[in-house]
């Protein structure tokens, strides 16, 4: 089953439109993947690595790690998207997600978190501690085929 996001204006393209459609993907419970390392999350968003505007995704994982669906929560300009942990969270409750994994991409190609990103990652933790939906990671993707893990790196603390 697949599921847009939200409606598209009449300025994206179509090749946006294929890529978001085809980035918004539920799994069925046999065939969930288990998202473990960064590049499991570069495989499971590979799609939105290749926009041209930032894309902010988030990954919804059950109680062991398999992935119960990706969605794009929003798709900014070409530098920025607008984030709100509300958006964020209201599909993980919906589908009663055990944790989440933030995800977008950067056009640039350059995966380095910026200020913003890093208050944003904040945000969602402390969101995630009162709604008891455990943040995981934010990593950041490129259509270079890399990625980089604000966990992995340790920049911030996810406990």
Known sequence: MQRLAF???????????????EANVEYSIEDAPK???PDDVWKACQEIANSDTEVFSVLLL???????????????ILDQSIIHPRETFRLAIKRNAASIILVHNHPSGDVTPSLD???ITRQ???????????VLDHVIISYNTSCFSIREKGLLSFV
């Open 35 to 37: 998202i473990v390392t």
């Open 124 to 134: 969602m933790i402390e969101a995630g501690k009162i709604l008891d939906i455990h």
């Open 117 to 119: 990103d890093l208050t």
């Open 62 to 76: 059950d109680v062991k790690g398999k992935l119960i669906l990706s969605e794009i929560i929003t798709s900014g």
């Open 7 to 21: 409606n598209f204006s009449k300025r994206n393209t179509e090749k946006m439109r294929i890529i978001l459609r």
